[in-house]
């Protein structure tokens, strides 16, 4: 298959199911690196069908959504290689491949520059900015002005779209704060101590059923969905996976860790809003308690975890570091127009289960 971009045409000349079913064939092989090195050819094809996808999702004004949920399946693969399962250990054979941290990086290096033409990262250099655009953002967030998708959402769902919206969620409900774990170790202080306790409470304090992640299996088992892990993967469009990539492309490198506060920060802040659509759609529907109760219990806990946030981990931050305290403020906003993407796919992947 010749891959040079002689014509728009020959994007359909891919079929990028085949080519992540190579892929995942590859994640899985014993020695991976060893293969290759013998066989460069197992990776060529591969290869070749990556640098055409990043050429047409990144260099594109208008990228093929395809191609988008293609990558972005591709670097969810790798980056879930960094949480542990419980499943087969062989699985996490080649979790320090050289050839999966190429792919890594070569996605991440090219979507991370094309987002960055969605985000204002102009620097604001003064502590009492900063101090204030935090300030100013959290309070817009904790009570936004209802938006288009939320009032579908609140008015208009069906519990045929509740269904799809849950299957979904779940990707991310199912491993919930998995993140955040990527950012605890390290030196003790006043801030790595409130991460702790926000993180010890998104884990139930070490109770299983009350781990944020149980209730939200509580709500697939009252609609005899399925609770196993990814079981809906195929259903996320490319703007949700976004979403979960880009969480890890933060916490996984220290020195986004100012972006990250910031990107967490709005998780905090936004969701109580957010989650109260989904309540409200469930109360509307006749739901029983337990097919809604996940957004309970985050509204009343991320209130709390908004104003730690806040006060106990993002000004503290602004006074250590005052010089690049404005990466949380990038952080924010760039989270915000994600989630919101995110949010607009969502709504667009139920309308369709619904009309359906």
Same mark, same amino acid.
């Given at each position: 298959m010749d891959l040079k971009r002689d014509s728009a045409a020959e994007v359909s000349d891919?079929? *990028?199911q085949d080519v992540e079913r190579q892929f995942t064939r590859l994640l899985h092989l014993d020695n991976l690196e060893q293969k290759i090195a013998k066989n460069p050819a197992l990776k060529e094809s591969f290869e070749d069908a990556l640098e055409y996808a990043l050429s047409e999702a990144f260099d594109d004004a208008e990228p093929e959504p395809q191609t988008l949920l293609f990558l972005h399946r591709i670097l969810y693969r790798i980056n879930r290689l960094k949480l542990f399962w419980y499943d087969d250990l062989n699985n996490y054979a080649n979790e320090g491949s050289l050839f999966l941290f190429g792919i890594q990086s070569r996605i991440e290096s090219a979507w991370q520059n094309w987002e960055s033409n969605y985000a204002n990262v102009e620097p604001l250099h003064a502590v009492v900015e900063v101090r204030k655009a935090l300030r100013d953002r959290v309070a817009e967030d904790l009570d936004p002005k209802p938006s288009t998708e939320g009032l579908y959402f609140r008015n208009e769902m069906t519990e045929t779209?509740?269904? %799809?919206l849950l299957a979904i969620a779940s990707l991310d409900g199912l491993v919930e704060a998995s993140q955040l774990s990527r950012v605890l170790g390290g030196v003790g202080n006043e801030v790595h101590s409130m991460l702790t306790r926000i993180f010890? @409470? @998104? *884990? #139930?304090? #070490?109770i299983l059923a009350r781990k944020h992640s149980s209730y939200f299996s509580t709500m697939l088992q009252e609609f005899k969905m399925e609770t196993r892990p990814e079981a809906y993967f195929d259903l996320a469009p490319w703007e949700v996976l976004a979403n979960i990539n880009h969480s890890f492309f933060l916490c996984e %490198?220290?020195?986004?860790f100012l972006r990250y506060i910031g990107s967490l920060l709005f998780f905090e802040v936004s969701v109580p809003a957010a989650f109260n659509n989904y309540k409200l759609a469930g109360k509307r +529907?006749? +739901?029983?308690?337990e097919a809604i109760n996940y957004w309970e219990v985050h509204i009343q806990e991320d209130e709390r975890h908004g104003q730690w946030m806040l006060d106990d981990v993002a000004l503290p931050l602004v006074e250590r570091y005052p010089d690049l305290a404005w990466e949380m403020v990038s952080g924010y906003d760039?989270? %915000?127009?994600?989630?919101t993407r995110a949010g607009q796919a969502i709504a667009r992947s139920v309308r369709e289960a619904e009309s359906a």
């Amino acid at each position: 298959m010749d891959l040079k971009r002689d014509s728009a045409a020959e994007v359909s000349d891919i079929n *990028y199911q085949d080519v992540e079913r190579q892929f995942t064939r590859l994640l899985h092989l014993d020695n991976l690196e060893q293969k290759i090195a013998k066989n460069p050819a197992l990776k060529e094809s591969f290869e070749d069908a990556l640098e055409y996808a990043l050429s047409e999702a990144f260099d594109d004004a208008e990228p093929e959504p395809q191609t988008l949920l293609f990558l972005h399946r591709i670097l969810y693969r790798i980056n879930r290689l960094k949480l542990f399962w419980y499943d087969d250990l062989n699985n996490y054979a080649n979790e320090g491949s050289l050839f999966l941290f190429g792919i890594q990086s070569r996605i991440e290096s090219a979507w991370q520059n094309w987002e960055s033409n969605y985000a204002n990262v102009e620097p604001l250099h003064a502590v009492v900015e900063v101090r204030k655009a935090l300030r100013d953002r959290v309070a817009e967030d904790l009570d936004p002005k209802p938006s288009t998708e939320g009032l579908y959402f609140r008015n208009e769902m069906t519990e045929t779209g509740y269904r %799809r919206l849950l299957a979904i969620a779940s990707l991310d409900g199912l491993v919930e704060a998995s993140q955040l774990s990527r950012v605890l170790g390290g030196v003790g202080n006043e801030v790595h101590s409130m991460l702790t306790r926000i993180f010890f @409470e @998104e *884990y #139930g304090k #070490g109770i299983l059923a009350r781990k944020h992640s149980s209730y939200f299996s509580t709500m697939l088992q009252e609609f005899k969905m399925e609770t196993r892990p990814e079981a809906y993967f195929d259903l996320a469009p490319w703007e949700v996976l976004a979403n979960i990539n880009h969480s890890f492309f933060l916490c996984e %490198r220290k020195r986004n860790f100012l972006r990250y506060i910031g990107s967490l920060l709005f998780f905090e802040v936004s969701v109580p809003a957010a989650f109260n659509n989904y309540k409200l759609a469930g109360k509307r +529907l006749g +739901l029983s308690p337990e097919a809604i109760n996940y957004w309970e219990v985050h509204i009343q806990e991320d209130e709390r975890h908004g104003q730690w946030m806040l006060d106990d981990v993002a000004l503290p931050l602004v006074e250590r570091y005052p010089d690049l305290a404005w990466e949380m403020v990038s952080g924010y906003d760039q989270q %915000r127009f994600i989630s919101t993407r995110a949010g607009q796919a969502i709504a667009r992947s139920v309308r369709e289960a619904e009309s359906a």
